[in-house]
């Protein structure tokens, strides 16, 4: 079993930066492919980013590249997701999501094995 605990949520006003995080426990970290998902009412959840267990391979949702960054620390078992140059529309629920694979990269929520309980990401115009 993984539990998993975002935090970093808020409200921010557009052209603004979040950096959200999520920490990790019950096993080995690094085993795990973790990704962001996010989630606004009425729509889908859908990937934002994900990173490999070596934190060497990224994928982004082409909506965010340029202005998400994911990352992780094996050692303090969190990984992050830098958010720069916050829009309205990424106004959502975000998730943290952990995969125990294969593969080494998972973009689909049905690859995840474990989910955080959601933080809220709001964006003002």
């Known amino acids: 079993q993984v539990q998993l605990v975002e935090s970093g949520g808020g409200l921010v006003q557009a052209g603004d930066s979040l950096r959200l995080s999520c920490a990790a426990s019950?096993?080995?970290?690094?085993?795990?492919?973790m990704g962001w998902f996010r989630q606004a009412p009425g729509e889908e959840r859908d990937i934002v980013a994900t990173i490999s267990r070596d934190g060497v391979s990224t994928f982004y949702a082409d909506s965010v590249k340029g202005r998400f960054t994911i990352s992780r620390d094996n050692a303090k078992n969190t990984v992050y997701l830098q958010m720069n140059s916050l829009k309205p529309e990424d106004t959502a629920v975000y998730y943290c999501?952990?995969?125990?694979?294969?593969?080494?990269?998972?973009?689909?929520?049905?690859?995840?094995?474990?989910w955080g309980q959601g933080i809220q990401v709001t964006v003002s115009s």
């Open positions: 019950g096993r080995t970290f690094r085993a795990f492919v």
């Open positions: 999501a952990a995969d125990l694979g294969p593969p080494d990269m998972a973009t689909t929520p049905a690859q995840y094995d474990y």
